[in-house]
């Protein structure tokens, strides 16, 4: 048994909560907004959780607490205590330093907690499976990996964090873009490096890869860098054809239209381009109000999405470049968009360790763009513990995966929102991931280095 002053209980009243500049309890314990005087009934709960992770880390809060990531790094030091991973969301949701992203009551916690009944984690596995109770009532049936998933193989020839990833339309082969300039294609078959792009500093990128796309059609790779090109690779023979130049900043993701006659490429200068990808020439310029971390086509090519450091989800028709309504539901700023196969869903990931999903079904009708009408947020879904920096569909649009800060992979069942699985991946962020084609294989790429190969099915 422990016995803990918990320093800051009291009766709340109404006349108390209209109170402010007053800060009662140790400080060590206390929310951001009691340092104001500006409690609230999330604050008793923030101090509840860092109560819980000194009781299970013996260490002091403060000791505890990473000024530079503005959070606790309390998991680091679960020496004899062994949380599991229902729980660990569970408190790291209630010590969240802003109130919008923690627990508003003690029955949302409850409620949590009771969700987490009968979740094991699988001894001797590489993932832990979160299974759902319905009564008497049969789970569902999707097509999903099963409990074998497991890792095929690490590229390790990079010498800086690998930001981005992607398969060739074929699904044969890999590419992948560092902070040590190259990029790199891999034999999925043999896992053999089959050669580097930009080897040399007269032909390669004077800066870390930010982002690469295959074209449709598999023969051009286009690459996206902090030097603030985009170059295009004839992937056949290794060679650059095209050296496209037009952003003032860093060029931080690129998509291909389905029918890859365009580019898309958003900068750290604030704006969008579309490119002709025959001729390399500017067709038109979309501005964000901050940094665009991501572009994505829908799959029938009509709408871009644009993700960006002004918190905002941007939709803009292709044909005229007009914005056609905004998503704006995200507190921080948002780093990875992606359609789903059959364009009814959008998908975001943001700094908030939140991924959003949203209903973009009635922006098919002409008659709806002006309004914005479809701009309704159909699920949030929570379980990473850091910023979520890559979301992707299944090609059947089943399962989405994520990658985050937080070193995991989670796999999500798209209709349902539920989390099926979620492994520690890498030593480091999650930066990107990819998808195969045929849905059976998961590219990870990580600030550790290292490229991972998993086997879904």
């Excluded at 108390?16 to 140790?26: F, N, R, V, Y």
């Excluded at 923690?102 to 299974?131: C, F, H, M, P, T």
């Excluded at 800086?160 to 890999?174: E, H, I, M, Q, R």
């Excluded at 940094?291 to 292709?318: C, E, H, M």
């Amino acid at each position: 048994m422990v016995l803990v002053d918990f320093g800051a209980a009291k009766h709340a009243t109404v006349t108390a909560l209209a109170k402010t500049g007053t800060t009662i309890g140790s400080a060590a314990y206390a929310a951001p907004e009691q340092t104001f005087g500006r409690a609230v009934f999330a604050s008793d709960l923030y101090s509840l959780g860092v109560t819980c992770i000194h009781l299970l880390t013996n260490i002091e809060p403060f000791d505890l607490y990473e000024p530079l990531e503005s959070s606790f790094a309390w998991r680091d030091y679960l020496v004899n205590n062994p949380v599991s991973e229902e729980l660990g969301c569970i408190l790291d949701k209630m010590i969240q330093s802003s109130i919008k992203l923690r627990y508003q009551s003690a029955e949302e916690v409850l409620q949590d907690l009771g969700k987490s009944r009968g979740v094991r984690e699988k001894k001797g596995g590489e993932i832990n499976k979160q299974k759902r109770r319905l009564g008497d009532t049969e789970t569902r049936r999707i097509e999903i990996p099963t409990t074998n998933i497991s890792l095929i193989t690490t590229f390790n020839k990079h010498a800086d964090a690998v930001y981005a990833v992607a398969f060739s339309p074929n699904g044969k082969t890999l590419a992948s873009g560092s902070g040590d300039k190259t990029i790199k294609l891999w034999e999925l078959s043999t896992e053999w490096e089959i050669g580097t792009f930009g080897g040399s500093w007269f032909s390669g990128h004077a800066q870390t890869v930010r982002s690469i796309a295959f074209s449709p059609t598999g023969k051009t790779l286009a690459s996206g860098s902090e030097d603030k090109t985009i170059k295009l690779w004839n992937v056949r023979t290794l060679e650059k054809f095209r050296t496209i130049k037009g952003h003032a900043n860093s060029v931080n993701t690129i998509a291909f239209s389905p029918d890859g006659k365009t580019l898309a490429s958003g900068s750290g200068d604030k704006t969008i381009k579309l490119w002709q990808v025959s001729t390399g020439k500017e067709q038109q310029s979309l501005e964000h109000l901050f940094d665009v971390f991501s572009v994505a086509f829908s799959p029938n090519g009509t709408i871009l999405a644009s993700g960006s450091w002004d918190y905002i989800i941007r939709l803009w028709d292709v044909r005229t470049g007009q914005q056609i309504c905004t998503f704006d539901k995200h507190l921080f700023d948002v780093f990875s968009v992606a359609f789903s196969p059959d364009g009814k869903i959008l998908a975001s990931g943001s700094e908030e360790n939140t991924i959003k999903l949203w209903d973009i079904t009635s922006l098919g009708k002409e008659g709806n763009r002006e309004q914005g009408i479809g701009n309704r947020e159909q699920k949030t879904l929570t379980g990473h513990t850091n910023s979520v920096n890559a979301v992707v569909f299944s090609p059947n649009g089943q399962i989405l995966a994520s990658g985050s800060k937080d070193k995991t992979i989670h796999l999500w069942d798209v209709s349902t929102g539920e989390l099926l699985y979620h492994w520690q991946a890498h030593s480091d962020s999650v930066l990107d991931l990819a998808i195969s084609p045929d849905g059976q294989t998961l590219a990870s790429g990580s600030a550790d280095g290292t490229v991972k190969i998993w086997q879904l099915k």
